[in-house]
Nanobody
Framework: QVQLVESGGGLVQAGGSLRLSCAASGRTFSSYTMAWFRQGPGKERELVAATSWRGDNTYYADSVKGRFTISRDNAKNTVYLQMNGLKAEDTAVYYC???????????????WGQGTQVTVSS
């Protein structure tokens, strides 16, 4: 079992930055693919970024490439999402998720956090 708790969301002006953190419990954290998804108002949940268990593979949605960076610290059981150059369209609830293996669809993820709200004002 893995429990995930996100933090770091908030209200920011367009062009600003935020760093989300996801703290995981469970001694197998380092073996999981970790990902950040988001769900905006009236939209489906979408994958934003993912990192493999060693951090040597990463994936980014086209909409965030060059602006967002995912990273992980297995010693701290934590994954991060650094978000720069935020836009109004980045407004969403951001979720941390975990699974064993490299997959990109929400339905493939076994463990989810409760979500943290990110609001970008234009």
């Amino acid at each position: 079992q893995v429990q995930l708790v996100e933090s770091g969301g908030g209200l920011v002006q367009a062009g600003g930055s935020l760093r989300l953190s996801c703290a995981a419990s469970g001694r197998t954290f380092s073996s999981y693919t970790m990902a950040w998804f988001r769900q905006g108002p009236g939209k489906e949940r979408e994958l934003v970024a993912a990192t493999s268990w060693r951090g040597d593979n990463t994936y980014y949605a086209d909409s965030v490439k060059g602006r967002f960076t995912i990273s992980r610290d297995n010693a701290k059981n934590t994954v991060y999402l650094q978000m720069n150059g935020l836009k109004a369209e980045d407004t969403a609830v951001y979720y941390c998720a975990a699974r064993s293996g490299w997959r990109f669809t929400a339905s493939a993820y076994d463990y989810w956090g409760q979500g943290t709200q990110v609001t970008v004002s234009s």
